[in-house]
């Protein structure tokens, strides 16, 4: 079984900034290619960002250039960097866990939600 712990979401206003966090356990992280997705209300879940266990990124057009995507294997933790955060970035945020052999479990974290708001 594959954990997801997110952390890190709030209210901000335009233009502000925050930092996701997804704290991983179960299984070996390095063996995952994680992805931060978002679900706003009304919408179906959209992949935002991707990282593969040697740090190849991946992002939407919709936040490419404002949001970034790591990933410390030591800390077996993954985080999204929003900058320049716009109204339209509203949603829950879920992390996901994608094994690179399939056998192995996916994992879903429980969400935290992201309002920007003035």
């Known amino acids: 079984q594959v954990e997801l712990v997110e952390s890190g979401g709030g209210l901000v206003q335009p233009g502000g900034s925050l930092r996701l966090s997804c704290v991983f356990s179960?299984?070996?992280?390095?063996?995952?290619?994680m992805d931060w997705y978002r679900q706003a209300p009304g919408n179906q879940r959209e992949l935002v960002a991707r990282?593969?266990?040697?740090?190849?990124?991946s992002y939407s057009d919709s936040v490419k250039g404002r949001f970034t995507i790591s990933r410390d294997n030591a800390k077996n933790t993954v985080y999204l960097q929003m900058n320049s955060l716009k109204p339209e970035d509203t949603a829950v945020y879920f992390c996901?866990?994608?094994?690179?052999?399939?056998?192995?479990?996916?994992?879903w974290g429980q969400g935290t939600q992201v309002t920007v708001s003035s």
């Open positions: 990282i593969t266990s040697g740090g190849s990124t």
């Open positions: 996901n866990a994608d094994p690179l052999i399939k056998t192995l479990p996916v994992g």
């Open positions: 179960g299984r070996i992280f390095s063996m995952y290619v």
